[in-house]
């Protein structure tokens, strides 16, 4: 039989900084995958009878969540989050990207995210990423006059984005199914939760109650729903937060379920580091590779949760 011990020797500063929770000063083919908390930009429609007349209904609204569970999307207008780690990233999008993909009308719908960086602990970071260069091509630190750069770079800026990047256990409240069918077995399920500058923004506030109140978010839940922006002809959807710090301690299940979280987050450094060196030796401008170790450390691997083993 084997057994898994598992062990948390660390103070409370030396946990948040591990998980990405500390005070700033200012996927993987290899490792454990996990399904992403998304955000529909569209309706989900289908057909209803009334007095006799078929007609249109919405069965999902735009701005629900959708998560998909073992091949079955589930959505649901609300959800609890608990947060175990955040992390950020910078990602870059071609507006010409073939996708294959195509709109409601039948028309190739092109644009997608091409290049991506490591996570870091902090927004202001900077990464490596797999372009072999940093930060996708972005300039680190404020830019006081945008709008003396060239045209190629004030475009390049502009398809940069950063992400916070959240790992945790969601809870979809009344879940429904494509089909608008309740889902009644669903419990609190792992995932991770991706989101842009302006809902980053807004979600901010919330882990700050934590901050404040000296707790981790693990130890609590967030209630969420999102609420739509319209900006010209796009609408997008920021979250509104509330936060209900439960003192919840964690369980022996919660910290294998935060080794799992790392070992992603540790697989997802690893491909972008390796990647990286790869174009630099091409180039001829490569270092030696980083080891392991080396990969453990930038992610903050000496405040580790403590895993052993024993085999029987």
């Known amino acids: 039989m084997n057994q898994v011990a598992l062990h948390v020797d660390m103070d409370q500063a030396a946990m948040a900084s591990m998980m990405g929770f500390s005070e700033a000063a200012a996927a993987p ?72 993909r195509k709109d409601d009308a039948g028309k190739p719908r092109a644009g997608g995210y091409i290049h991506t960086t490591m996570t870091g602990k902090q927004w202001v970071d900077e990464r490596i990423d797999d372009t072999g260069g940093i930060n996708c091509g972005k300039p680190a630190g404020f830019i006081e006059d945008f709008k003396s750069l060239q045209k190629d ?99 022996d299940a919660d910290i294998a379920l935060g080794v799992e979280f790392n070992a992603f987050i540790t697989t997802w450094n690893d491909r972008i580091k390796s990647k990286h060196h790869d174009l630099l030796t091409q180039k001829g401008k490569a270092t030696p590779p980083a080891d392991d170790m080396d990969i453990l450390e930038e992610l903050g691997a000496d405040q580790f949760i403590d895993v052993s083993s024993d085999l029987d």
């Open 29 to 100: 083919a290899d490792g454990p995958m996990f399904p992403r908390l998304k955000v529909m930009t569209e309706d989900i429609q289908g057909l209803t009878e009334i007095k006799g007349k078929t007609k249109k209904t919405v069965i999902v609204s735009a701005g629900a969540f959708a998560l998909d569970v073992n091949g079955t999307v589930i959505y649901a207008d609300s959800i609890e989050f608990r947060c175990f780690f955040q992390r950020f990233l910078i990602k870059r999008y071609d507006n010409e990207l073939v996708t294959g």
């Open 153 to 251: 770079l004030q475009d390049l800026i502009k398809n940069c984005r950063t992400y916070r990047v959240m790992f945790g256990q969601v809870t979809m409240i009344d879940p429904v199914d494509a089909e608008g069918n309740d889902v009644t077995d669903l419990g609190p399920t792992p995932c991770i939760y991706e989101i842009g500058p302006a809902a980053s923004k807004a979600i901010a506030p919330a882990f700050q109650t934590f901050t404040d109140a000296k707790a981790l978010p693990w130890s609590g839940v967030m209630s969420i729903t999102n609420v739509p922006n319209v900006n010209g002809t796009v609408t997008y959807y920021t979250p509104e937060v509330g936060v209900k710090i439960t003192g919840t301690v964690p369980s």
